[in-house]
């Protein structure tokens, strides 16, 4: 069958991506149509009803996923200890969506061996700073497309203003974002605690008060933007683990119902 392209969307790394009206399908391929991966998959006729235009949910398929919802995830006053990771744990059981910390794969490209990069990650997380957003995104993107989704939740990310304009530029914008709330009493004790056994070299107490310092500075806006345009969902998360996912379980089962 022949296929009309409706819609392209540009990515990282010279890939771009294909909305097929006829066959309602999305591709990603490479700009230059050089031989490179090509992902595909056929969208459900009932959830690719709008296909005159860039419908939200298309650019999502921008990774090879079908169509849903994307969640991302981020931190609340003073972030880091809120329990996003934990949270996410669960969400991932119930929905199904994949989970990609961006700690997680700035600390797994730390140990890749000969990795560009690796250094100035350590020396960043060490700091409490963020790492420059190329690193992170390549990270992000590369997992999306390898993980053949319709669901992502990005944990941690983005950190910075300057990250979420460009993400949502060059690979996809989010669906809704969920901030966990939470002072930051609670938080230290929660990461002293979690640095008994966890071995991150960011989980002590100089390290963590330059981390909240540099969530209030660089992350807080972020929430900020999102609430400007009506993603966020703010969490008190204070209470107990089973408590809190209480409180997010309704807003995920809300925000698919829309999709
Ligand atoms: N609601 C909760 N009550 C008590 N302890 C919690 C709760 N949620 C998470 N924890 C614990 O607090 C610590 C931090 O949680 P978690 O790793 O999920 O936070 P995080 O926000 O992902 O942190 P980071 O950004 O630093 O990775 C963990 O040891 C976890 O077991
Ligand atoms: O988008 C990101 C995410 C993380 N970092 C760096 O990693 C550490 C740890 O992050 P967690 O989310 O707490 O696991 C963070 O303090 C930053 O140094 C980043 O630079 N960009």
Redesign the pocket.
Known sequence: MQRTVTDSFKLFQGLKVSFHRSTRAFSVSPINNHEVKVKRQKVKPSQAQNTKGPHPLAILAVLSVGVSAYVTLV??RG???????????KIVQDFGFIHL?A??LLRKEQERPNSPDGELITKYIKEGKIVPMEITIGLLEKAMIENDSNRFLI??FPRQLDQAHAFEKEVVEATCILF?D?PEE??LK??L??GET?G?S??NRETIKK?FKTFIESSYPVVEYYRTLGKVHTIP????????YAKVKPILNEVLKQK
Do not use: H, I, N, Y
């Not at 972030?79 to 744990?89: I, N, R």
């Not at 998360?237 to 809190?244: A, I, K, M, S």
């Open positions: 931190k609340s972030g880091p200890g809120s329990g996003k990771g934990t949270q996410c744990a910390s700690g997680d944990d941690g966990f939470c609670v938080m929660r990461l605690k979690r966890s991150r960011d989980d981390r998360c204070t209470e107990g683990v089973d408590e809190v």
